[in-house]
């Protein structure tokens, strides 16, 4: 029983942080794969899934954190030592070789049991051989019958389309047999049918064979059709791990919910159990655990908003329709109903200018915690400024605060963001954006790699260049006392 357990994580991920020049490609990540599951490490570029499914490779050390595989740790272990294998984005086959030499690559250079040596000295030493001619023969058809290539070892890959090379490279990757395949963004250089008719062929070659698939994507799609669980990534960090339905239905954050699928998201207040406060009105949902008055996000999925008569007692806003578009079946739809923008998903279309009621169910609300409800920074006050993410920032004077360590804190309503960062006291670049109904929820990553959350009534362009500015009175300035009396008894 106890080796069941020990076995049936076949990969352990173990607070895993990966620093390039000082800057974090991931940080702390925690993750649990099973020896058979289909995962898939999902999120934007940049976000650190490619990175970790390198450290699992070997190709990249872990800066700090450990990788155990089947109970063992393999942190410091070589690529070529790893019974894992890669199919890269790009393919890497070898143009000079046929099909047939590409999938026998491998096996060429792989050496396997061929019994033992009894030595003089009492000493039994393990014999190796290479795989014979036939051995390797039989080997790479079967291969290439599994990507459904039997019938092109003679091609030379040159001569293959690009869902044709994909192909070959899974073969070659599948005929040593590996307990892992890792799998980075492998269908994105093909065109859109060729991308679903191998997502198919992904996941049926997965459940014949019965190894681990670790799979890296950006795009949703792929990750909700094939997986049995997805593990959602931003800036590093693990955002949530579920299976598809769980990441899609009941998403942790906003980010989860504004990145996977389409989605109403809104700030809210949690009035108390089952009952929330959304622009304006008290409605009922099923969440309840939050503290009361509690500032939260909610995320409503365009399928679960229901157009109504103006008149139905269900009705719970009232909005015009003010754009359209027919999908074949079914309608997708914008309703203005209190300044927010509702993406609505319904069978029976409304002509736009039409005014409608919108009813949303309780199970239809889902609520989250905010990822920040104030931006923070620890810092030390001098000269009626403090300094935050590497700029000096002006303060309302307090000659009892110099040289003492504060806490400076200041709403997302009052950061105001200027076009032109030669014009701001922080400067940064745009990260992410999220319409919110009568604001954008900006996060401008600045250049000391720090976060700040800003308000604003316009719509910005990811990775804009900006300036931030806060007005000194709207900068609130706390003694971090406990903290000088922890430094003082070091």
């Known amino acids: 029983m106890s080796n069941r357990k020990t076995f049936d994580k076949i990969i352990e991920l173990r607070n895993v942080t990966k620093e390039f ?32 499914l390198r450290m699992i490779a070997g190709f990249d050390q872990p800066t700090k954190g450990a990788i155990i595989f089947s109970g063992k740790d393999i942190t410091d272990t070589p690529p070529q030592k790893r019974p894992v294998n890669t199919v890269f984005q790009r393919y890497a086959l070898f143009p000079h070789l046929t099909v047939f030499g590409n999938v026998a690559y491998g096996l060429k250079l792989k050496k396997i049991p061929a019994g033992e040596k009894k030595n003089k000295d009492g000493s039994v030493k393990q014999l190796f051989r290479k795989y014979t001619k036939r051995e390797l023969t039989e080997q790479v058809s079967a291969a290439l019958r599994l990507v459904n290539l039997e019938d092109y070892g003679h091609r030379h890959v040159d001569t293959l389309s690009g869902g044709q090379q994909q192909r070959v490279a899974l073969a070659r990757a599948l005929v040593i047999k590996p307990e892992v395949l890792l799998l980075d963004e492998p269908l994105s250089a093909l065109d859109l049918k060729m991308r679903k008719e191998m997502q198919l062929e992904l996941k049926k070659m997965h459940s014949e064979l019965g ?25 590093g960090v693990i955002q949530q791990v579920g299976s598809p339905q769980k990441i899609y239905d009941e998403p942790e954050n906003a980010f989860v919910a504004n990145f996977i699928g389409e989605s109403n998201i809104l700030s809210a ?37 229901y157009l109504v008569p103006t008149d139905n007692p269900k009705a719970l806003f009232i909005g015009t329709v003010i754009s359209g578009v027919f999908k074949g079946e079914h309608y997708d739809m914008t309703v203005l109903a209190e300044g927010y923008e509702f993406s609505v998903t319904e069978f029976n279309g409304s002509p736009v200018g039409k005014e ?102 316009y719509e910005w362009d990811l990775n804009d260049r900006v300036g931030i500015n806060i007005a000194s ?18």
């Open 269 to 305: 207040v949690m009035a108390e159990d089952y009952r929330v406060n959304i622009l304006g009105k008290t409605l009922e949902c099923v969440d309840k655990g939050f503290a009361k008055n509690e500032p939260v996000d909610i995320v409503i999925r365009p399928e679960d908003l």
């Open 211 to 235: 190894i681990t698939f670790i799979f890296v994507t950006h795009d949703q799609e792929e990750a909700l059709t094939m997986s049995d669980t997805v593990v959602v990534m931003n800036d």
């Open 21 to 52: 020049d000082g800057v974090t490609a991931v940080d702390d990540a925690n993750i649990s794969i099973r020896r058979g599951e289909f995962v898939t490490l999902l999120g934007p570029s940049g976000c650190g899934k490619t990175t970790i």
């Open 356 to 457: 409608v009621g919108l009813y949303i169910p309780p199970d239809g609300i889902h609520i989250m915690k905010k990822q920040r409800i104030i931006n923070e920074f620890k810092t030390e006050y001098s000269d009626g400024c403090v300094e935050i993410s590497g700029f000096s920032v002006a303060v309302i004077p307090d000659e009892n605060l110099e040289c003492k360590k504060v806490l400076a804190s200041f709403e997302f309503d009052d950061a105001v963001l200027t076009d032109d960062e030669e014009d701001g006291a922080i400067r940064g670049n745009i990260f992410s954006a999220l319409y919110k109904g009568r604001y954008y929820q900006v996060v401008v990553k600045t250049d000391d790699d720090e976060d700040i959350f800003v308000n604003t009534p």
């Open 473 to 490: 009175e709207k900068i609130k300035l706390t003694v971090l006392e406990e903290e000088e009396e922890e430094e003082q008894g070091e």
